[in-house]
């Protein structure tokens, strides 16, 4: 399934941390590797052009030995969201951080495990709700 989306991971300190994901490494869950962002110190992304090679990479974040998890921030845009989605370390686990003005949007959860699962829509709040979706279902696997 083609969805384009970009993810960026800021986090002070991490040189060390991200060098090795700036390199293909085919043994991990996730496809790809990141760049340095030119204008910041501390900054990395990523883009997938497909679902599938982006499945993993959130635990895979998190199993990191960072310097300073407190400020480990990673900002998603999937391709049909309105904004980046944030996420940042609480008690050792990514996890999103709700934004003012927007929801997140799931829509139905499959009947089998044959496609990864779905990240779902980051929406302004006052947009209206697509048929089928809805802000409390939501996919138990890790969509990223």
């Known amino acids: 399934m083609s969805r384009i989306a970009q993810v960026i991971v800021l986090a002070q300190y991490a040189n060390g941390v991200m060098e090795p994901l700036t390199r293909r490494d085919d043994s991990r869950s996730w496809g790809g590797h990141f760049e340095q962002l030119a204008m910041f110190a ?3 992304m990523i883009e997938f052009n497909r679902v599938r090679p982006r499945s993993g990479l959130l635990r895979h974040l998190e199993s990191l030995e960072w310097p300073r998890p407190e400020s480990v ?6 391709e049909e969201d309105d904004c980046f ?3 940042m370390m609480r008690d050792g686990v990514l996890t999103e951080v709700s934004l003012p003005g927007h929801r997140r949007l799931h829509p139905p959860v499959p009947a089998t ?3 990864p699962p779905d990240p779902g829509l980051l929406w ?3 947009t209206a709700v697509p048929a089928g979706f ?6 138990k696997r890790t969509a990223w």
């Open 85 to 87: 989605g944030l996420w």
């Open 124 to 126: 302004q709040a006052e």
């Open 134 to 139: 809805s802000a409390e279902r939501q996919d």
């Open 113 to 115: 495990d044959e496609f």
């Open 73 to 78: 921030q990673v900002l998603i845009h999937d």
């Open 42 to 44: 501390d900054g990395w």
